[in-house]
Nanobody
Framework: EVQLQASGGGFVQAGGSLRLSCAAS????????FGWFRQVPGKGRERVAC????????YYSDSVRGRFTISTDDAKNTVYLQMNSLKPEDAAVYYC????????????????WGQGTLVTVSS
C-alpha cells in the first residue's frame, strides 16, 4: 500500500530552522508530484511547497518563498522541506502529500496523504 511517513517537526525559536522529511513507499516515486501542506486550527490546509514529477519544477506560497526549499532524493524516495528563518506564523501541523504527475493547489486533488508532523515556533 501507499505510505507517506512525515517526520522532522519540533519546537524551534523564531529565526531557527527545521528540515521535514517524507519517506514515500508503495508508489512509483518518479511519477508523482509531492507537496507540503500546513494546517492550523479552524482553517483549511494550505499548500506551502510543491515539486513536480519529471521536471521537478518547484512552487511556493508567497508566505514561504525565499525561506523554504522543497527537494527530493530519488535514491531514497524521500521528499524534504527545508524551513529557514521560521516565524511564529509558520507554526502548524505539516502534511506531506502525493499526486500523480503535476502539482495542484487544491488539497482535494491530491491522492495520498501522510500523517501530520507538528511544527511549533516560539516568538
Amino acid at each position: 500500500e501507499v505510505q507517506l511517513q512525515a517526520s522532522g517537526g519540533g519546537f524551534v525559536q523564531a529565526g531557527g530552522s527545521l528540515r521535514l522529511s517524507c519517506a514515500a513507499s508503495g508508489l512509483p516515486f518518479d511519477d508523482y508530484a509531492f507537496g507540503w501542506f500546513r494546517q492550523v486550527p479552524g482553517k483549511g490546509r494550505e499548500r506551502v511547497a510543491c515539486i513536480n514529477s519529471s521536471d521537478r519544477q518547484t512552487y511556493y506560497s508567497d508566505s514561504v518563498r525565499g525561506r523554504f526549499t522543497i527537494s527530493t532524493d530519488d535514491a531514497k524516495n524521500t521528499v524534504y522541506l527545508q524551513m529557514n528563518s521560521l516565524k511564529p506564523e509558520d507554526a502548524a501541523v505539516y502534511y506531506c502529500a502525493a499526486e500523480r504527475w503535476l502539482c495542484n493547489n487544491n488539497p482535494a486533488a491530491w491522492d495520498y496523504w501522510g500523517q501530520g508532523t507538528l511544527v511549533t515556533v516560539s516568538s
